[in-house]
């Protein structure tokens, strides 16, 4: 007779936020009067992404958001990037690793409030990225849906 084994637990150092304390630090959809970090996520086939940044600059602006610093991420530009377009991107937080310690250390140095995303979060990269950069991250329909 088939016994199944007990599940392994994994042992890695749990970093997980209290969702308390991510409600806590998570402020209102609004963007007004906030300092923001935007932040856009394309493909290299996306030849537009920079009037895609300057249109999410402008409706953030005509919300009363002010825009300090503005990352992008594309990929399979590269060669190496090229190469790795057929392995999957990190559905937990969209960004690689490096980029997320580049954004986190950007909102650190502009002293942002929130951090706003041209792409769509699901829940889980919005808890994940809000734990990991220490400040609200949402994506730019949110915004615009709330306002």
Do not use: N, W
């Amino acid at each position: 007779m088939y016994q199944p084994q007990p599940r392994r637990r994994d042992r890695r150092p749990s970093r997980r936020v209290p969702p308390e304390a991510v409600r806590r630090r998570a402020s209102p959809l609004t963007a007004a009067g906030a300092d923001v970090v935007l932040v856009g996520y394309f493909s290299a086939k996306q030849k537009d992404f920079e009037a895609v940044m300057a249109s999410a600059v402008a409706e953030l602006a005509a919300r009363g958001a002010r825009v300090v610093v503005q990352i992008v991420q594309r990929r399979g530009v590269s060669d190496g990037g090229a190469r790795k377009m057929g392995l999957p991107y990190s559905s937990r937080t969209l960004l690689s690793h490096g980029k997320v310690r580049e954004v986190a250390l950007a909102c650190d140095r502009a002293e942002a409030d929130a951090v706003i995303f041209v792409a769509s979060l699901t829940g889980r990269q919005q808890r994940a990225l809000t734990a990991m950069l220490g400040r609200p991250a949402v994506g730019l329909a949110d915004i615009l849906a709330a306002g």
